[in-house]
C-alpha cells in the first residue's frame, strides 16, 4: 500500500524560482477571467429576461385574438405551463407565466429594458403598481447596480415616496402647478426621514447606548449607505475640529459627491433637544471654516434622533435652513400601512395629479403627482 504522504501533491509555488514579476501576469489572468464570467452571466440574464418578455407578449397576443381566446385565461395558462414544464423543465409554471405576461404588459417597449438587470430584479418590480415608481426603481436599479435583495429592501421601505417627501416643498408645488422639469437637487433632496436601520438587528425598545449605534452602522456600511441614498462616501468616525481651547468630535462624517459637500452626522439617542441643535450648527460652521476645499459646497448637518418633537424643530435654526436637518431614525421596521401614515401626513402627497382623482391609502403604491425625479 502507498505511502499516502508521498502521494499528496505539492502545493502550487505563488513565486516560482526564476520568473519574476510572474504574481502580477497571475493577477493579471484572475481579473481577465473573472471579468469574462461575470461578462457571461450577464449575457444570460440578459437572455432571459429578453425571453419572459417574448413568451409574455406571445401570450398577450394570443389572448388578444378573440373573445373565447379571452375567457379561456387561466386555462390557458395552466394548459402552456403544463407543457413547457415537461418539455424544458423549472421555470414556465403558471405563476412564472403569468409573471411573463405581466412584465410585457407593464414595460410594453422592449428597447427601453435595462440590461443589468436579471429577471428576478424584473418580478420584484412587477410588485410595484405605480408606474412612475416602478420605472424609477428600474433606472436606480440599474444605475446604482444594485442586488435583488437590495432593490426588494428598496420598495418595501417605500423608498421612492420617503426621498419624494425629502424634496423641497416649494420647489415640488411650484413643479407641480407649473408642471416643470427637475427639480435642481439640493441638500433637501438627498436627507431621508425617517431613516430606517432595521439591517443593524438592534432592539427597538430599551435604553442605547450611542457609541454601540455608531459601531452597528459601521460594522454595517455598505447597508448604512444604500438607505443614506445616492452619492455618498465614508470619510471619519469621530473626526475632531477645534475651538481656541477646546476639542469637539463628529460622530460621523460622509462626502456626497453629487452636492459636492462633506455630509456631518451627530447621532443622539434620545429625543431631539435644542442644544443637539447648536451643538450641531456650532458643528457644520467650524467644519466649513477648517475643513471644506475651494472648490466644495457648504457643509451639511444632519442630527439623527430617535424621537424629535416638531415644534422645537419650527422654533430653531433648523426651520428653512438648507444645510441642517433632523432626521428619526428606526431601529424596527414599520409596516407599510404605518410607513404610509407617516408619509401621508406630509404636504407633497396631498397634491394630486392633473386629473384630480384621490390618493387611495388601500394601493400597495400613492398616486404621485410627479413622472419623473
Known amino acids: 500500500m502507498k505511502n499516502p504522504a ?26 481577465l477571467i473573472q471579468q469574462a464570467r461575470q461578462k457571461a452571466l450577464r449575457a ?8 419572459c418578455w417574448e413568451v409574455g407578449r406571445h401570450i398577450v397576443e394570443y389572448e388578444q385574438g378573440g373573445k373565447a381566446r379571452a375567457e379561456y385565461g387561466a386555462g390557458l395558462l395552466a394548459w402552456v405551463a403544463e407543457r413547457l414544464t415537461a418539455e424544458f423543465g423549472k421555470g414556465f409554471d403558471a405563476s412564472n407565466l403569468r409573471y411573463m405576461r405581466l412584465f410585457y404588459q407593464s414595460f410594453p417597449n422592449c428597447d427601453a429594458l435595462r440590461h443589468e438587470l436579471s429577471w428576478t ?16 426603481y428600474a433606472n436606480e436599479s440599474a444605475t446604482q447596480n444594485w442586488s435583488t435583495r437590495q432593490l426588494e429592501r428598496q420598495i418595501g421601505t417605500l423608498y ?10 416649494k420647489a415640488v408645488k411650484k413643479e407641480a402647478d407649473k408642471k416643470l422639469g427637475k427639480v ?30 455608531e459601531d452597528a452602522l459601521l460594522e454595517h456600511l455598505q447597508a448604512f ?45 434620545e429625543e431631539l433637544t435644542h442644544q443637539d441643535i447648536g451643538q450641531m450648527d456650532m458643528y457644520v460652521r467650524l467644519y466649513d471654516d477648517q475643513k471644506r476645499g475651494a472648490e466644495d459646497n457648504p457643509t451639511v448637518g444632519v442630527i439623527l434622533c430617535a424621537k424629535k418633537d416638531e415644534t422645537v424643530v419650527r422654533y430653531s435654526v433648523l426651520h ?13 421596521l414599520p409596516t407599510e400601512a404605518e410607513l404610509r401614515a407617516e408619509l401621508e401626513r406630509d404636504p407633497v402627497f396631498r397634491l394630486h395629479s392633473s386629473d384630480s382623482t384621490p390618493t387611495k391609502p388601500a394601493k400597495s403604491h400613492l398616486k404621485l403627482n410627479r413622472k419623473k425625479i
Open 121 to 136: 430584479h424584473y418580478r420584484l418590480l412587477l410588485r410595484v403598481e405605480n408606474t412612475a415608481a416602478r420605472e424609477w
Open 44 to 51: 444570460v440574464d440578459a437572455v432571459q429576461v429578453r425571453t
Open 184 to 213: 435642481i437637487p439640493s441638500p433637501r433632496e438627498f436627507v431621508r426621514d425617517p431613516v430606517l436601520l432595521e439591517f443593524l438587528g438592534l432592539p427597538g425598545t430599551g435604553r442605547l447606548l450611542e457609541s454601540k449605534l
Open 225 to 269: 449607505l444604500l438607505e443614506l441614498g445616492k452619492g455618498f462616501a465614508f470619510v471619519a468616525r469621530q473626526q475632531r475640529v477645534s475651538t481656541e481651547s477646546k476639542d469637539f468630535y463628529i460622530d460621523l462624517v460622509f462626502y456626497n459627491f453629487l452636492l459636492k459637500c462633506f455630509v456631518l452626522i451627530d447621532l443622539k439617542t
Open 320 to 332: 428653512g435652513n438648507e444645510q441642517l436637518f433632523a432626521s428619526k431614525y428606526q431601529l424596527v
Open 160 to 169: 421612492f415616496e420617503r426621498l419624494l417627501a425629502s424634496k423641497d416643498r
Open 6 to 31: 508521498k502521494t499528496r501533491s505539492k502545493p502550487v509555488s505563488l513565486n516560482p524560482p526564476g520568473l519574476v514579476g510572474v504574481g502580477g501576469l497571475l493577477g493579471e489572468l484572475r481579473s
